[in-house]
């Protein structure tokens, strides 16, 4: 099983999270939260293009620790599945560690699926729903829509070759 995730945070220099979103492989289940901003932390992009879509969401906000709690009650019900979590980025699993305070579950694996995603695909989604991006939420489900695994079979028959 997969899970799509992706983050926005502060800066990348003195990096704070600001939300994550996750969705399945299936599309079936989401997961959405946003922590207390301080703007002071947030570069300009940050400020003009991702904070003024936070808010929207009813009872996404939340402190870290609840964010860990949430996570780990919205993840649990896919243990048995060995879910993968996939990131485009490495940043957000650095940041998903954070937020379950450095106690990843055993059964949670992890992928950095950026060479998988199909870019024409990934700006369609954003395009075709009428979503903008560099919100945690949508960047997750267009991840998702853009993941080729196809592309990832491939790339890993060419890599077993390579050994």
């Excluded at 808010?55 to 993840?75: I, N, S, V, Y």
């Excluded at 957000?92 to 059964?107: F, G, K, S, V």
């Excluded at 729903?129 to 919100?135: M, P």
């Amino acid at each position: 099983m997969l899970i799509f995730i992706d983050t926005e945070f502060t800066d990348f220099t003195d990096t704070e999270l600001i939300s994550i979103g996750l969705v399945t492989d299936d599309g079936q289940h989401e997961f959405y939260a946003e922590l207390p901003v301080n703007k002071a932390k947030c570069n300009d992009f940050v400020i003009k293009t991702v904070l003024p879509q936070l808010g929207k969401a009813p009872g996404a906000h939340c402190t870290l620790p609840e964010l860990k709690e949430r996570l780990l009650q919205w993840l649990r019900p896919f243990a048995r599945k060995s879910p993968t979590i996939c990131y485009d980025f490495n940043g957000d699993w650095q940041l998903l560690c954070l937020a379950l305070d450095y106690e990843i579950p055993t059964w949670l694996g992890r992928q950095n699926i950026y060479p998988h995603l199909d870019p024409v695909k990934l700006q369609m989604f954003f395009i075709d729903h009428g979503l903008k991006d560099h919100h945690a939420l949508n960047d997750a489900k267009a991840n998702r829509h853009a993941y080729d695994p196809l592309k990832a079979k491939n790339d890993l028959k060419q890599f077993r070759k390579a050994r």
